[in-house]
C-alpha cells in the first residue's frame, strides 16, 4: 500500500539504533619508525545505545542504557518537541513494533507516523552514515568510563558540518 503526504506538512526524518561500548575501537595509525606503540585499553565491556534521527537539516540523537520500545517511544517524544509533525523512516528492527509504539503511534497519529524501509536494506537509510564520525572520533583512544564516551559523541554529534549527505529520495 502507497501512502501519499504534503511534505510542507512532516519533517522527513530517518532513525537507527548504535551501540558504542568502552572496549577499544583499533584503527591504523602513524608512530615513528623502530618505536613500540601502546594502546591504553578500558577492560570494562559497558556500553552505551544511541538512538539517532536525521532529516535534511538536522540531526537529533539520545542515549539510552537498552534498546526496547519504551526507549523508542521516548525518543519520538523528543523528536515531536524538536520537529512538530514527523515522518519517521525506521528499520523492522524490534524496538520499532509492539503494543508500547503502537499506542504511541494511535495517541500521535496527525503528529507522527512511521514508515519501514524493506527489511535487511541499511543501505537506504542515510543515518547509518551518521555512526561513522562518531566511531572514528572514539577510535584508537583510552576512554576511561562511559560519561566519558558520552560527552566525546556528544561533541561529535553537535557538530555544525557533521550531518553527511542526505540521499535525495528522502529529502524535503
Not at 512511521?114 to 583510552?142: A, T, V
Request: aromatic share 14%; net charge positive; proline share 6%.
Amino acid at each position: 500500500m502507497v501512502r501519499y503526504y504534503r511534505k510542507r506538512d512532516f519533517v522527513v526524518g530517518c532513525e537507527d539504533e548504535a551501540t558504542f561500548g568502552l572496549l577499544p575501537i583499533i584503527k591504523r595509525g602513524w608512530a615513528r619508525k623502530g618505536s613500540s606503540p601502546v594502546v591504553k585499553i578500558n577492560s570494562k565491556n559497558q556500553c552505551t545505545n544511541v538512538f539517532g534521527a536525521r532529516s535534511k537539516r538536522s540531526f537529533v540523537f539520545s542515549f539510552s542504557k537498552r534498546k526496547r520500545q519504551k526507549d523508542f517511544v521516548r525518543f519520538g517524544t523528543k523528536l515531536l518537541k524538536q520537529w512538530g509533525k514527523v515522518l519517521l523512516f525506521v528499520d523492522k528492527g524490534p524496538c520499532h513494533h509492539g503494543k508500547i509504539v503502537d499506542t504511541f503511534l494511535r495517541d500521535h497519529q496527525k503528529t507522527f507516523r512511521l514508515e519501514f524501509f524493506p527489511s535487511y536494506s541499511p543501505d537506504l537509510n542515510p543515518q547509518e552514515q551518521c555512526w561513522k564520525p562518531g566511531r572514528k572520533r572514539l577510535s584508537n583512544r583510552f576512554i576511561p568510563s562511559l560519561a566519558a564516551m558520552k560527552y566525546q559523541l556528544s561533541v561529535e554529534f553537535n557538530k555544525p558540518s557533521f550531518l553527511p549527505k542526505m540521499f535525495g529520495y528522502l529529502s524535503n
